[in-house]
């Protein structure tokens, strides 16, 4: 049973990364939205993260003002957004199963953060600007999205919807001027 899901995950994981890059390549790009933590995470760390340190942090258990301690203390140049961002990320997503920190490319295997989440999930069903960009909500009501019928539906794990809530309440809504004109409805 463990396996099955473990399989399913993984299989979930590797059509969320086709669909993204399929975007990227049919010239959608997400990069105007506010990084997740996944990705400040690797920004973090350098372009060549060192095996053992990711493997420290991904096996971590913290809670978030722990986390915002840690990456804090990093002196570092995130904003006070991003040090949320990332601070929630971790709470959510650390530790990582021992399946995924096997892996000789942990940084790959990171669960997906918030703002991916929100792209693959949600802009194949309605307009991301609509329904998620321009959105102001809590934690609790980014939460609470996930209980009409057509979203409890979405293949997200409680993990997942976790992290798109946090994500979502820490970095929407967005100013209309910093979204591209063609995804604007």
């Given at each position: 049973?463990?396996r099955?899901?473990?399989a399913?995950?993984r299989?979930?994981?590797v059509?969320?990364?086709?669909?993204?890059?399929?975007?990227q390549?049919?010239?959608?790009d997400?990069?105007?939205?506010?990084?997740g933590?996944?990705?400040?995470?690797l920004?973090?760390l350098g372009?060549a993260p060192?095996?053992?340190?990711?493997?420290?942090?991904a096996q971590?258990r913290?809670?978030?003002?722990?986390?915002?301690d840690?990456v804090?203390?990093?002196?570092?140049?995130?904003?006070?957004?991003?040090?949320?961002?990332?601070?929630?990320?971790?709470?959510?997503n650390?530790?990582m199963?021992?399946?995924a920190l096997?892996?000789?490319?942990?940084?790959?295997?990171?669960?997906?953060?918030?703002?991916?989440?929100?792209?693959v999930?949600?802009?194949?069903c309605?307009?991301?600007?609509?329904s998620?960009?321009?959105?102001?909500?809590?934690?609790?009501?980014?939460?609470n999205?996930f209980?009409?019928?057509?979203?409890?539906?979405?293949?997200?794990?409680p993990?997942?919807?976790?992290?798109f809530?946090?994500?979502?309440a820490?970095n929407?809504?967005m100013?209309?001027?910093?979204?591209?004109?063609?995804l604007?409805?």
């Open positions: 049973m463990k099955a899901a473990g399913r995950r299989l979930l994981v059509c969320a990364i086709a669909v993204f890059t399929f975007a390549a049919a010239g959608e997400n990069a105007f939205m506010p990084k933590g996944r990705a400040l995470l920004e973090l372009a060192d095996a053992a340190e990711l493997r420290a942090i971590a913290r809670t978030e003002p722990e986390w915002r840690f804090a203390a990093r002196k570092n140049a995130l904003s006070e957004r991003e040090l949320a961002t990332l601070a929630a990320y971790l709470e959510v650390m530790p199963p021992d399946s096997k892996s000789d490319k942990l940084a790959s295997a990171l669960p997906q953060d918030g703002r991916d989440l929100a792209w999930g949600c802009q194949p309605h307009s991301l600007f609509a998620h960009l321009t959105q102001r909500r809590n934690v609790q009501g980014w939460r999205i209980l009409s019928p057509f979203h409890r539906e979405l293949k997200m794990s993990q997942e919807r976790e992290e809530a946090r994500y979502s820490l929407m809504p100013k209309i001027e910093d979204v591209p004109q063609d604007r409805f």
